[in-house]
């Protein structure tokens, strides 16, 4: 891992009655600082205590860095703006897994092990007839790939042998499963993949052509799409991520652990927010494009409504992607002659709550999911499925960092401590006496 000590303030003091311990400061490669605590328990007999983490670094990595306070978002040293812009989805997606982007034949290689992998095991198709009707995707999706692990078992006595081609496997299976779910929950006959369409084009020919009405592969739309997926593809340590490591770190497969962080991503505090923003839209917009009246619930202490698509655990100012996403929502619109009120309400919500002293002094600002979902609307995606258009993008992510987390020598099982404030001995009194 790239640390080092820092050189002018090496090592921080602490003082517990009287004594005096030393702990290093340790450096990443942008300058952040961490104090390195692995020793405090040892020595002090004392655990930190951090609800939610806000402190706490729970490891090192090369993958992604961001700077909330100056939204600065890079992957593998490249910033955000830039991939978006100039790379596809599946280079971004080889760029995480390997540290590098590809050259044209390592890409060509890639694209042709996830058109090889496109197709899932034909009785697992089967699986989707069982599903209730209403079946939430999200959890048809955890459950879909955590069932990966029993048709492919490749993995289960070293994690990281044949780590590229399970990653391959999975990141172009998942999309396959996603579209079967979708269609399958429309009564529609499932639309297999073909050779001949790269990684976005796939998916959406498999979600929304018809035997009767066949679909027209635009390549705007998949430029955007690629964009999409890309913003999301990786953001360090947050929940879904963590879910992913944590649960990775007992030991389980690739399959079971990516089946934890799309768990975790289905939160309406985190991946869920997009379906969140299109729910809180449609809602004002049948209330009346009353928008204040939703402002103020967000302020109201007593209310528990909060703005989704608001604020983040570590974007202090506008998210880079939020920016990003933004304007592609603009040029979708555009493109396909759509003009949503949607829209136009979460713009005045944006310029108003940016505006507003309760919004400024927290540093609430919209974040990648606010946009997102206006964009996947147009594309003709259901709400229901945001959540899992966020899930195909994040997977490269998740297996990047479920990879980097098996190679790094320090890891360990996941296992946070706590600090016990139930009763303490209490003496049993036998049921009848009770
Ligand atoms: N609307 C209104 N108030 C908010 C919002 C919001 N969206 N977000 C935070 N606040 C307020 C909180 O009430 C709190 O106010 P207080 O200091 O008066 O108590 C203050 O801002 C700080 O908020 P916390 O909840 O402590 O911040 P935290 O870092 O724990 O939470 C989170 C971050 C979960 C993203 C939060 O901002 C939120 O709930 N946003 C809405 C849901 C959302 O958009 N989630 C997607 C995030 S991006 C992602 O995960 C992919």
């Not at 009120?341 to 919004?359: G, H, M, R, T, W």
């Amino acid at each position: 891992m790239l640390l080092k000590k820092n050189k002018q303030t090496n090592r921080a003091e602490l003082k517990i009655n009287g004594v005096k311990y030393h702990l290093d400061i340790i450096e990443g490669s942008t300058g952040e600082k961490a104090l390195d605590i692995r020793q405090l328990r040892s020595d002090t007999g004392l655990i930190t205590l951090d609800p939610g983490y806000k402190n706490t670094g729970s490891c090192c990595s090369s993958i992604t860095y961001l700077d909330g306070e100056k939204g600065i978002l890079n992957y593998r040293g490249y910033a955000i703006e830039e991939l978006a812009e100039k790379c596809s989805f599946v280079e971004v997606a080889y760029l995480l897994l390997h540290g590098e982007l590809p050259n044209l034949e390592q890409l060509n290689r890639f694209r042709h092990l996830l058109r090889r992998y496109a197709l899932i095991h034909e009785d697992m198709i089967h699986f989707f007839d069982h599903f209730p009707p209403n079946a939430t995707p999200m959890s048809i999706l955890s459950s879909m790939v955590n069932v990966l692990c029993n048709y492919y078992p490749e993995m289960s006595d070293d994690p990281l042998e044949n780590i590229d081609s399970t990653a391959a496997r999975l990141i172009s299976k998942i999309r396959t499963i996603a579209a079967f779910s979708y269609k399958k929950s429309i009564g529609h006959p499932l639309v297999y993949p073909r050779y001949d369409l790269d990684y976005c084009g796939n998916f959406l020919n498999m979600m929304f052509d018809r035997p009767v009405i066949p679909y027209e592969v635009k390549p705007e739309i998949v430029a955007t799409l690629n964009k999409l997926l890309i913003l999301q593809a990786d953001h360090e340590q947050n929940c879904s991520t963590s879910a992913v490591r944590l649960v990775g770190s007992a030991g389980v497969n690739l399959y079971a652990a990516i089946s934890a962080g799309i768990n975790a991503l289905w939160g309406p505090l985190h991946g869920g927010a997009n379906q969140a923003v299109i729910d809180m839209l449609e809602a004002i917009y049948k209330d009346g494009n009353d928008f204040k009246k939703y402002i103020e619930k967000a302020k109201d202490p007593d209310d528990p409504f909060r703005l989704s698509g608001f604020g983040h655990r570590v974007y202090k100012t506008y998210d880079p992607r939020a920016k990003i996403i933004k304007k592609a929502c603009d040029e979708t619109l555009a493109i396909l002659n759509i003009s949503d009120p949607l829209l136009d309400i979460a713009k005045q919500l944006e310029e108003v709550a940016l505006n507003d002293d309760y919004f400024k002094k927290r540093k609430l600002y919209p974040n990648v999911d606010f946009y997102s979902g206006i964009i996947y609307r147009a594309i003709g995606i259901p709400t229901n499925m945001f959540t899992v258009m966020f899930a195909l993008g994040r997977l490269p992510g998740w297996i990047a960092q479920w990879k980097e987390m098996w190679e790094d020598p320090e890891t360990k099982i996941g296992r946070p401590r706590q600090i016990y404030a139930g009763p303490t001995k209490r003496e049993l009194i036998p049921l009848h006496e009770r």
